[in-house]
């Protein structure tokens, strides 16, 4: 059915868009939906060539089967990878849950001139920013990840853009580094922040730990948002002395991200206000 409506809006006289003629057709599948794209992108996409790009947001390590079993296919290994000769490119969008707790890690590959992975520090599955006020309707007696997710998923999905469109491939920042690999265990700087990865000031300038696990005893959907510890006033005054401090440091961060594509400029102003919130001595 996927493969029947990306063909459906390529289709001359069809009215599904009320006329409009697309230039490219993507695919795009977070969480439960990333695992059936994995599979799309395995056995489908090279067989009918119809889509133009592929974002796979928060897959798991493994896939859903082709009789459409998402999790607890026998048939399915747990570690899945993207075939490397498709013509379309593919971008996978991961965060620490996912390589940590959702199996991920055994199905890393490396990038080619049609793959590209993001594992972006700092980021949980799901997040503050999903969830709004509803942490509490869930019964989540923890804060949630509020990690910097959405602000790079602009950004990737802007590079997967213009890779589609014109060709120009993506940044390549490294993977998160590890500590173990059996089991997956993510190595941390000495705030508890994941190293390597795509850098934000979130984990480069920070003012809380964020980690894409939930703390022990959290109900299953809680276990997907993660946690944020907050610094206290001693600890932050540690770092960065003064307001000021932190403001310079956390602008000169910011301006990478930027520099380097991980940022977009229209999120300058309004993550630079957010830290502007911050509690400091003047």
Known sequence: MF??????????????????KPTHVVAVGESQSAAYLTTFADAIQPRTHTF?????HSRFGSAASLGGNFLGSKRVPDDVRIRTDLKAPVFMFETQTDVAQFGYAAARQPNTPRIRTWEVAGTAHADAYQLGGAGNILGCTTPPNDGPQHEVVQAAFTAFTRWVVDGRPPPTPPPYRLASTHPATLALDSHGNVLGGVRTPAVDVPISTLSGKAPKGSSLI??????????????????????????????????TAIADGFILPADRAPLLAQAQQVQLPS
Do not use: M, W
């Open 3 to 20: 493969d029947q409506i990306g063909r459906a809006l390529r289709a001359p006289n069809e009215p599904a868009l009320g006329g409009l």
């Open 52 to 56: 133009d790009g592929i974002f796979i």
């Open 222 to 255: 809680c276990s997907f948002f993660g946690s944020s510890t907050p610094f206290s006033q001693a600890e932050l005054v540690k770092l960065y002395h003064t307001k000021n401090g932190y403001l310079a440091a956390y602008t000169a961060s910011l301006d």
